[in-house]
């Protein structure tokens, strides 16, 4: 793990290999080791870059708010401090991918090509955006577990909810990594976050689209939908696989980036 100054903030990150530059992008409440079977097997060919977002895993918390903008400028700045000036391949998984949309509209020049896994890109509807503020308030005053608490069966799929604990145990455990501010500042950024929609008609690089078959919280249906609306898009459903794809069927979503990165 190697830490950067970025935007006055430390942030944590890998950067592993050599070749094309990758970039990965967790998702809420996460870290990068999230995508840990990738990175590993991605640097055999790539150069993988793997950030902590400001306020999850070893990265520091934030002082206050903090925006899906915010946090794709930060991955721009992070690319400078690794003297990155050629396109990357940018993979967001759920709120990464809300980064990853935010990225494309300020810093289209910095990216080649696009993975979309397990993610939306509509904004949130008003209820939903009121009961992320209520949760934020929450975690304020009692700290974030019962987030944690009641995401997990959710994130995975019965299968694996009811029958690999272990790895129900490793992803709680990237989760309480995160900081309570981060939370916080996550929950207000996703509120408030702009609806993609109308950004994906102009999205003009090669773009996978990958999703677990069994994901409740980004439906198989909705990101072929995503797909089907971008110019250049492959979609991919994962098997095995609710929401954290790249946990519960890593080489799948390997071999799916894999294909992408190789056309």
Partial sequence: MSTATINNQKIAYESKGS??????????????????AQIDALATSH????????????????????????HA???????????????????????????????????????????????????????????????ADRVATEGPNFIYDGMIPNLVSNQTFNGHPELVKAIHGIMVTSSPAGVVAALKAMADRPDSRPL????????????????????PAEMEQIANSLQSAEFCTIPDAGHMTTMENPAAVLAAMQKHLSA
């Fill in 47 to 70: 150069q993988v870059i793997a950030p902590d977002l400001r306020g999850f895993g070893e990265s520091d918390p934030p002082s206050g708010d903090v925006s899906m903008a915010d």
């Fill in 200 to 219: 994906l008609g102009e999205i003009n690089v090669p773009t996978a689209v990958i999703v677990g078959a069994e994901d409740a919280i980004s439906p």
């Fill in 73 to 135: 400028d930060d991955l721009a700045a992070l690319l400078d401090y690794l003297q990155i000036d050629q396109p990357v391949a940018i993979a967001g998984f759920s709120m990464g991918g809300y980064v990853t949309f935010e990225f494309w509209r300020r810093h289209k020049d910095r990216v080649g090509s696009m993975m979309l896994v397990d993610t939306r890109a509509d904004a949130d509807s008003p209820e939903k955006a009121a009961g992320r503020r209520e949760s």
């Fill in 19 to 36: 070749g094309r530059p990758v970039l990965l992008v967790h998702g809420f409440p996460l870290s990068r080791e999230m995508w840990r």
